[in-house]
């Protein structure tokens, strides 16, 4: 039973274009979201968070958007570059828990 | 910037023997936890662990396997007896609680490779 979903497993996008993220989660104990990104032989890297009493959440080229009555979140980069090339996590945890469930990945190629 | 370290970066072992991996976390950190991530799947929770203690453990964290802080400053996972099934990377990671105003995100180490052959 997956509880967080990242139903898109590549994804590819120009240089300097938008990439969007997708996201899905079935928990609705679930009010706690991260984004991670990992490289090959790397352990994932923390990018940004959402907590469930905002709709949205941004740090630089990243913003993050949560939509609870959907139970889906995404992750749009803006402008996307090559170095963002990686695989990102969603990962979402419960109002007492402090593990975080992860979703699948996808894997993010920005090309030059 | 201060990191979670883990050793070794890469075991590799035979069936049926034990393996300890190792991490340090960040050092004011109150809650460890280990994942893995079995080539070419997802990240999987193990355990988590606060106040000397587990917290949570997943249905994969069985009998074979245990955690330990045995000091200030060290936090392992001891797998009893090796199975190939248990080749994955294995990463330790550390937060704060989120009560503490942070974001409580999770840190993770560069991971430990585990070979069951």
């Known amino acids: 039973d997956q509880q967080v979903k990242q139903n898109s497993p590549s994804l590819s996008v120009q240089e300097g274009r938008i990439s969007i993220l997708n996201c899905d989660y079935t928990?609705?104990?679930?009010?706690?979201f991260l984004w991670y990104k990992k490289y090959p032989a790397e352990g994932p890297t923390f990018l940004i968070s959402i907590s469930s009493i905002k709709d949205k959440n941004e740090d630089g080229r990243f913003t993050v958007f949560l939509n609870k009555s959907a139970k889906h979140l995404s992750l749009h980069i803006v402008p996307s570059q090559p170095g963002d090339s990686a695989v990102y996590f969603c990962?979402?945890?419960?109002?007492?828990?402090?593990?975080?469930?992860f979703g699948p990945g996808t894997r993010l190629s920005v090309l030059p | 910037e201060p990191e979670v370290t883990q050793t070794p970066s890469h075991q590799v072992t035979q069936m049926g023997q034990e393996v300890i991996l190792r991490c340090v976390p960040i050092s004011n950190h109150l809650y460890f936890y280990w994942y893995r991530q079995i080539l070419g799947q997802k990240v999987e929770f193990l355990v988590s662990f606060y106040n000397n203690e587990i917290s949570e453990k997943s249905e994969i964290f069985d009998d074979q396997f245990s955690v330990e802080r045995p000091d200030g400053s060290n936090f392992t996972l001891k797998i009893r007896s090796t199975k190939l099934e248990d080749s994955a990377m294995y990463f330790c990671?550390?937060?704060?609680?989120?009560?503490?105003?942070?974001?409580?995100?999770?840190?993770f180490g560069e991971g430990s490779r585990l070979t069951v052959l």
């Open positions: 928990n609705s104990m679930f009010d706690y």
């Open positions: 990962a979402a945890s419960g109002a007492r828990g402090q593990n975080f469930v």
């Open positions: 990671a550390s937060s704060e609680p989120r009560d503490r105003g942070t974001t409580g995100e999770l840190f």
